[in-house]
Nanobody, 126 residues
């Protein structure tokens, strides 16, 4: 089992920055690829970013490329931290952001991921 807990959400002005964190614990999370998704009410969960077990392998949705940065670090004691640095935020970025782990298949598909966090709300004001 893997437990994922997000933090760092909040209210930010358009053009501002916010950094989300996700603490992953449980099985050998350092060997698992992880990702960030976002969701707004009434819409499907949307892929944001993915990072492989190799922290140098990263992928981004076109909508966030150049503005968002995904990263991870080994926090010891079978814990990994996953981050999403979000810069130049726009109103379209407002959503609940969820971290996910252990994709099997296409990493842009929510259905590929086995483990999910509860989500962190990001609100962007004009």
């Amino acid at each position: 089992q893997v437990q994922l807990v997000e933090s760092g959400g909040g209210l930010v002005q358009a053009g501002g920055s916010l950094k989300l964190s996700c603490e992953a614990s449980g099985r050998t999370v350092s060997g698992l690829a992880m990702g960030w998704f976002r969701q707004v009410p009434g819409k499907e969960r949307e892929f944001v970013a993915h990072i492989s077990a190799d922290p140098n392998v990263k992928n981004y949705a076109d909508a966030v490329k150049g503005r968002f940065t995904i990263s991870r670090e080994n926090a010891g004691n079978a814990r990994n931290m996953l981050y999403l640095q979000m810069n130049a935020l726009k109103s379209d970025d407002a959503a609940v952001y969820l971290c996910a782990a252990y994709p099997r298949g296409g990493f842009t598909r929510p259905s590929a991921y086995r483990y999910w966090g509860q989500g962190a709300q990001v609100t962007v004001s004009p």
